[in-house]
């Protein structure tokens, strides 16, 4: 035996993180599969998200994802966390040991394009050396050196294909149908996680498909499935039955941007846009 093979220390194992790093507006079963997944195959892993929010595409503040994660899927509550930069995910790593832990952030095809990696060799910075963030490879360094991404690929379930889709569905005029679709989601129907998502996502104006009148049609009809109705409530019910009735007044040929201008511009417009889920 050599001397140096008896003075060095020999190789250690990483221990391997995998960071499944998205938006969740709102965690369905397809994340799910993917946390389990993931579970199987890394020492430890995380589900990381931010609490930004709009009243476009993401309703749902970090607590609310999270009381759906745990509670339709048995998340663990300690392996869901919110973090700043879900592509840094400092919160948790700085729980563990750098120099004996590798890291794998798992992101989905559409937010894998503000990542350049090239088909072989590593990413670079501008000046030439190594960036940190680099495309998996089985030989990966500690945390400390590299981060690690993977691309998941789109899979659907039960033909959804993901998160837009299941906030159109679960806004459906038809409250009825919307229970249906909540349990094809889900698998099962759970009253509050459904009017929870329900209620943030009845209204969201990110579809440019549906019109002003139909959303406000899923407006009225959720409210007036609700009983007890608060003051608040009462309020929302009643602006969005006078926007629904002007708008319904607007010629049906109007110029797409004479109607924008007329709804924007409108009380119960501003209402809609700015006050609503």
Same mark, same amino acid.
């Not at 837009?164 to 509050?192: L, S």
């Given at each position: 035996?050599?001397?140096?093979?008896?003075?060095?220390?020999?190789?250690?194992?990483?221990?391997?993180?995998?960071?499944?790093?998205?938006?969740?507006?709102?965690?369905?079963?397809?994340?799910?599969?993917?946390?389990?997944?993931?579970?199987?195959?890394?020492?430890?892993?995380?589900?990381?998200?931010?609490?930004?929010?709009?009243?476009?595409?993401?309703?749902?503040?970090?607590?609310?994802?999270?009381?759906?994660?745990?509670?339709?899927?048995?998340?663990?509550?300690?392996?869901?966390?919110?973090?700043?930069? *879900?592509?840094?995910? $400092? #919160?948790?790593?700085? %729980?563990?040991? @750098?120099?004996?832990?590798?890291? /794998?952030?798992?992101?989905?095809?559409?937010?894998?394009?503000?990542?350049?990696?090239?088909?072989?060799?590593?990413?670079?910075?501008?000046?030439?050396?190594?960036?940190?963030?680099?495309?998996?490879?089985?030989?990966?360094?500690?945390?400390?050196?590299?981060?690690?991404?993977?691309?998941?690929?789109?899979?659907?379930?039960?033909?959804?294909?993901?998160?837009?889709?299941?906030?159109?569905?679960?806004?459906?005029?038809?409250?009825?149908?919307?229970?249906?679709?909540?349990?094809?989601?889900?698998?099962?129907?759970?009253?509050?996680?459904?009017?929870?998502?329900?209620?943030? *996502?009845?209204?969201? $104006? #990110?579809?440019?498909? %549906?019109?002003? @009148?139909?959303?406000?049609?899923? /407006?009225?009809?959720?409210?007036?499935?609700?009983?007890?109705?608060?003051?608040?409530?009462?309020?929302?019910?009643?602006?969005?039955?006078?926007?629904?009735?002007?708008?319904?007044?607007?010629?049906?040929?109007?110029?797409?941007?004479?109607?924008?201008?007329?709804?924007?511009?409108?009380?119960?417009?501003?209402?809609?846009?700015?006050?609503?889920?």
């Amino acid at each position: 035996m050599k001397l140096f093979e008896l003075t060095q220390n020999p190789p250690t194992k990483l221990k391997t993180i995998g960071i499944f790093s998205g938006r969740f507006h709102p965690f369905h079963k397809g994340h799910a599969s993917i946390y389990k997944h993931l579970v199987d195959n890394y020492d430890y892993t995380f589900i990381v998200s931010s609490g930004k929010q709009n009243d476009t595409d993401s309703p749902f503040s970090f607590d609310e994802k999270k009381l759906i994660a745990t509670t339709m899927f048995g998340i663990p509550e300690d392996r869901m966390m919110q973090v700043k930069n *879900v592509y840094a995910a $400092s #919160e948790v790593l700085n %729980t563990f040991d @750098k120099d004996t832990h590798a890291v /794998i952030f798992h992101v989905s095809e559409k937010d894998a394009g503000r990542f350049a990696f090239p088909a072989d060799g590593k990413a670079l910075k501008k000046n030439g050396d190594p960036a940190y963030m680099q495309a998996y490879t089985d030989n990966m360094e500690p945390i400390s050196h590299h981060g690690y991404m993977k691309v998941l690929p789109t899979l659907s379930f039960n033909d959804i294909k993901g998160a837009t889709q299941i906030r159109q569905g679960m806004a459906d005029p038809d409250e009825n149908k919307a229970k249906q679709f909540f349990e094809k989601v889900y698998g099962t129907f759970n009253e509050n996680i459904f009017n929870l998502i329900r209620s943030k *996502v009845v209204g969201l $104006s #990110e579809d440019a498909g %549906t019109s002003e @009148k139909s959303r406000l049609e899923g /407006i009225v009809a959720h409210w007036q499935a609700q009983r007890g109705l608060t003051g608040p409530q009462v309020k929302k019910l009643r602006r969005a039955k006078i926007a629904l009735s002007k708008l319904t007044n607007v010629e049906e040929d109007a110029d797409n941007k004479d109607r924008e201008k007329y709804v924007a511009g409108s009380k119960a417009g501003k209402f809609i846009y700015s006050g609503w889920g």
